[in-house]
């Protein structure tokens, strides 16, 4: 009976599981049959036609060459990116999954993306921006881009920069005095001190507020600041933070949130007060601050100019001997910036960039909210800190190295200077031709933006090889890559200011040196960075002469949205007599 009873009991089973292993067997092959049919007809598609004709590595079904990032850094992945381009040239592309992304290293390509009016949307790679960021300049698109744009440009006017000189001049010295304590102490890691100063310049320069102030929130809102873009850099290396589902669970966001809170409890403030003041003064018929703004600049805009502009793609090229004297960005290209700045006619009156965004937006053709005003200063505090601390900690650290290079540029800073410890003035900055080269040379060397992404709404027939790269592309753009092409830079890996020789300049295709980027899309803090910098490098440079042990091999980069150095910006300081 036992015997009999078991297969009894057992039959259901084995009838149940064998069901159920078909349904499996069935379901699976139907995927399958879906996943194949799905594939077959993406390979149809114009889109992915286009992209599998641009070299690249073999892509699998479904995931393309995902395979490359899983599990990787993002510093690795960079890193996968630049072995790729030695493999596939100029133009290589990657699938992630059926999205394609194609990377570009010939500057004509590179130039019809950056000058155009068209290819100006940012990748989705800017996402983790928007909560601190909002729409501001460096991420919004269209519209709204274009005219913010226009509206911001002119608080960056030459006329502008030449009244921070004071504040560059008094946040150098008060660096060079902290950093007192590290003479004769071996290495210190000299990005703390850059990162420092730059967020005590950047207060003072976009709100007019100073953390020396009665009042701590200076000092809790540049400590957020730095804290924020360490945050940003951690959801960029480590993959669950890129998630948002998950990153939402962390500890991280929470942190973000206190952050975020703190920064923009602080925007939001000013703006308010320095906007009831201006409307106050205008009731009480004090008028505008004199001189205006377009005083300033020399410039009236109407009403209506806008629209001419949207149609206008700044000049490309100019000849040398054409080209404005003031501050330069290493190539021979032009921007609005430029243009902007031949107008230059007016007085001097220190604003910080809110005060004239206001006062632009009262006068100009551009409605702009108090949150967007807002969310051009918290741009404005971020793109700013950064890339120049760590422009010029990378300036240190090379000059540290180079001791010959040092030498001379503390030759040239003698001969402006003499013994003198005056302030330096604008004038001066245009006489130190060389160590404009040597910053420039960093910023070849080690662009503190070593990438730019772009999506591109509509295609592009490349200029360098028979490609067209269809709508929808994420196209990125490797600076770092460029500024190291051997045929663009003899011997790229040697750091040699010479290669900033007005004729090695003229001698080279416009876009192969592009640390601001360049066209509408440029940096606006451009000639506002090269005018710190040269002040801040000068003060310090007068001061201490910088040593390093740690050869440019060594270096250990991190490229993940700002190029570092994660072994430390390590150098030594001594007292210059
Ligand atoms: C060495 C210093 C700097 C470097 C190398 C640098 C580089 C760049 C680059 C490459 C871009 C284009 C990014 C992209 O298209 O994704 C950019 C955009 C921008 N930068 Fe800078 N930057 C520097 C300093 C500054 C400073 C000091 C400010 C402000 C005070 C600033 C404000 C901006 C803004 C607002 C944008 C967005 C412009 C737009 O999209 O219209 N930058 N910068």
New binding site residues.
């Given amino acids: 009976m036992s015997f009999e009873a078991v297969p009894e009991r057992m039959a259901p089973v084995e009838s149940g599981s064998m069901g159920w292993a078909v349904s499996v067997t069935v379901a699976t092959v139907l995927t399958l049959t879906a996943l194949t049919l799905f594939h077959l007809w993406m390979q149809t598609r114009r889109y992915v036609k286009l992209g599998n004709l641009i070299p690249g590595p073999a892509a699998y079904p479904l995931i393309g060459n995902a395979n490359l990032l899983l599990g990787k850094s993002h510093n690795q992945i960079m890193e996968r990116a630049m072995e790729l381009s030695y493999v596939y040239g100029t133009v290589a592309r990657g699938w992630i999954g059926y999205h394609l992304v194609v990377f570009l290293t010939e500057p004509a390509d590179v130039e019809i993306i950056l000058n155009s009016y068209v290819h100006l949307e ?1 990748s989705s790679e800017y996402r983790f921006f928007k909560p601190w960021l909002g729409d501001g ?2 991420i919004s698109s269209g519209d709204k ?1 274009r005219s913010h ?1 226009k509206l911001i440009a002119p608080a960056f006017h030459q006329n502008v920069l030449k009244t921070f000189v004071d504040v560059f001049n008094d946040n150098s010295r008060a660096v060079v005095e902290r950093m007192r304590k590290e003479v004769g102490h071996g290495e210190f890691d000299c990005h703390d001190y850059m990162s420092e100063v730059t967020v005590d310049i ?1 207060l003072e320069t976009a709100m007019g507020s100073t953390r020396t102030s009665e009042s701590k929130e200076g000092f809790e809102y540049a400590m957020a600041v730095m804290k924020m873009c360490d945050i940003l850099h951690k959801r960029q290396l480590k993959i669950h933070l890129r998630l948002d589902p998950l990153f939402n669970l962390t500890g991280v966001k929470k942190e973000q949130e206190r952050l975020l809170h703190i920064i923009h409890s602080l925007t939001r403030k000013v703006v308010k007060q320095k906007k009831a003041l201006f409307e106050r003064n205008l009731a009480e018929g004090r008028g505008l601050p004199s001189p205006s703004l377009s005083e300033i600049i020399g410039q009236d805009e109407k009403p209506g100019e806008q629209a001419k502009a949207k149609a206008k793609v700044p000049k490309a090229p100019v000849s040398p001997d054409s080209a404005p004297v003031f501050i330069s960005q290493g190539s021979m290209l032009r921007d609005d910036l430029d243009e902007n700045d031949e107008n230059d006619i007016g007085e001097k009156r220190r604003l910080a960039f809110l005060d004239l965004m206001i006062e632009s937006a009262k006068t100009g053709a551009t409605a702009i909210s108090d949150e967007e005003i807002k969310e051009e200063v918290d ?2 505090m971020f ?2 800190h950064d ?2 601390a760590a ?1 010029s900690s990378f300036v240190l650290c090379l000059l540290g190295i180079h001791q010959d290079v040092q030498e001379r540029v503390y030759a040239e800073q003698r001969q402006i200077f003499g013994d003198s410890r005056r302030p330096v003035t604008f004038a001066d900055t245009l006489e130190m031709k060389y160590l404009e080269r040597v910053i420039f040379e960093t ?1 070849r060397m080690y ?3 070593p990438i ?1 992404a772009r999506k591109l709404n509509e295609d592009v027939q490349l200029a360098s090889r028979s490609y067209t790269v269809p709508a929808g592309t994420t196209v990125v753009i490797g600076t770092y890559k460029i500024h190291r092409r051997e045929d663009l830079y003899p011997e790229p890996e040697r750091f040699n200011p010479d290669n900033f020789l007005p004729e090695r300049t003229q001698a080279r295709h416009y876009y192969s040196y592009i ?3 360049a066209g509408p ?1 440029s ?4 000639k ?2 090269m005018l710190k910098l040269k002040v801040l490098l000068s003060t310090i440079l007068r001061n201490y002469k910088v040593l390093s042990n740690v050869p440019e091999k060594e270096f250990k980069l991190q490229g993940d949205i700002i190029l570092k150095r994660t072994d430390g910006f390590r150098v030594q300081l001594e007292q210059r007599a």
């Fill in positions: 940012k300049l460096l881009w744009r950047l741009t404005i793109e700013g890339t120049t422009g910023l662009p503190p933006v730019i640390p601001f980027s899309r940096c606006v803090g451009r506002y960075a």
